[in-house]
Structures are given as structure tokens and as C-alpha cells.
């Protein structure tokens, strides 16, 4: 059964980016602080990262998220989602207009103008058409920006909530949460590593 999972890193402050994140800058003012646990070699964090991308049939992610890793400082083969671990999954990206371009062209690019709520469907579609090739199932991860994993929340389209908590305060930055439906979550399991403590949350529907 695909699921749809929301998963992204925290810091202790609520934010996923630091202050004055920018597309030169997608993390901010010491945001990469945040993902240090993404590129440790503690064998925890590594299984995390290769259950998680194993496990990815599809990627949703926001306008300026996209801007960000298509930019000129964005992914490549050692930096992109689950480099060195697994294939390319398919992306599916909300935004209210395509781009007139698109630098990393050998991913597997969909845009889709009329919402997070049709933008998690088709990369269900995408998710379950790969489950089929691959005869596993595989999920839908929502990697982010923050406004997209809280909408996606807000509007009841989120499985399971993953958090990466970062052991920093930014003082600033862009937050996870800032109002909206308040929700109250199951926790599923909870990791703890030497660079971040990792929690599972289930949502209820």
C-alpha cells in the first residue's frame, strides 16, 4: 500500500531553514546544520537514509524548493535526492507555473498548477505505477518546503509525519508550522543518533 509521508529536518527552534534562506542559499544562515545527520557516517543515520529512499516512489516538493535544487549551487549526482543509494524516483512539483526551463533534465519532472491536493495524487499515480514495476511497495515522500508539508497536513493528505531533529536553535528562519489545523499525532518510533533524533509520527485521518 503507498503511503504518503512527509519528511524533513528540524531544528529545535521549529525552522527548516535558517534566516534569509535565497535560491543561492536555499538553507539560510546556517541551515545546513540541519542535514549533517543525512551525510554521517553513523550506520543509523545511513540505514535511515537508505530505508527512505528505497522506499520513495514518487516526490513531491514545492516552487521554491524546485528553484532551489534546479539552480546553479542545486543537485547533482553526489547531492540529489538518495544520490549513491537508489534510481531517480519521479518528482512532482506544486507551483502556480511551470518553469520556462529546467536544468536537471534527466529527472523525471512533473508540474502541477491547481494544488498540493493534485499534486500528491499524481505522484501517488506515478508511486504505484513504480510499486508495480518494482513488485514492492513504495510511498509518496512530501520532502518539502515547509509550506508545502503544512498544507499537505492541513488538507488531510499526510500518512505519516517524519521530523529529523537537529540538536541546533537558528534563531530564525522559515518554520514548519505557523498556525493553521491543529492536529494531534501518534508517535510511531523514535531514533536517536549521534546528529539528530529521528521521530515517526502517524496521522490520523
Known amino acids: 500500500m503507498t503511503r504518503i509521508i ?48 528505497g522506499r520513495t516512489g514518487a516526490v513531491v516538493l514545492g516552487r521554491n524548493l524546485f528553484d532551489i535544487v534546479d ?3 542545486g543537485w547533482n549526482d553526489e547531492t540529489g535526492y538518495g544520490a549513491g543509494e537508489v ?5 512532482v512539483v506544486v507551483t502556480s507555473e511551470p518553469p520556462a526551463s529546467v536544468r536537471t533534465s534527466d529527472l523525471d519532472w ?25 513488485g ?8 518539502g518546503g515547509g509550506v508545502t508539508i503544512s498544507s499537505a497536513l492541513d488538507a488531510g493528505l499526510i500518512d505519516v509525519l517524519t521530523l529529523h531533529l537537529a540538536p ?4 530564525g528562519g522559515t518554520p514548519l ?20 533524533t529521528h521521530i515517526a509520527y502517524d496521522v490520523p485521518r
Not at 118 to 133: G, L, P, Q
Open 71 to 73: 539552480g546553479p549551487k
Open 168 to 171: 541546533v536553535v537558528l534563531g
Open 6 to 53: 512527509a519528511d524533513i529536518s528540524i531544528s529545535l527552534d521549529g525552522c527548516v531553514t535558517g534566516p534569509d534562506p535565497g535560491l543561492l542559499n536555499g538553507l539560510g544562515g546556517g541551515g545546513e546544520a540541519l542535514h549533517t545527520w543525512a551525510f554521517s557516517d553513523d550506520p543509523e543515520d545511513r540505514r535511515i537514509v537508505r530505508e527512505t529512499t
Open 110 to 134: 512533473t508540474f502541477v498548477t491547481t494544488g498540493v491536493r493534485d499534486a500528491v495524487t499524481a505522484a501517488r499515480e506515478r508511486a504505484e505505477a513504480a510499486s508495480a514495476r518494482s
Open 136 to 143: 514492492k511497495d513504495l510511498d509518496v515522500y512530501v520532502m
Open 87 to 91: 534510481g531517480k524516483p519521479s518528482f
Open 177 to 196: 508550522f505557523s498556525g493553521g489545523v491543529p492536529h494531534t499525532l501518534t508517535q510511531r518510533n523514535v531514533t536517536r543518533t549521534t546528529t539528530a
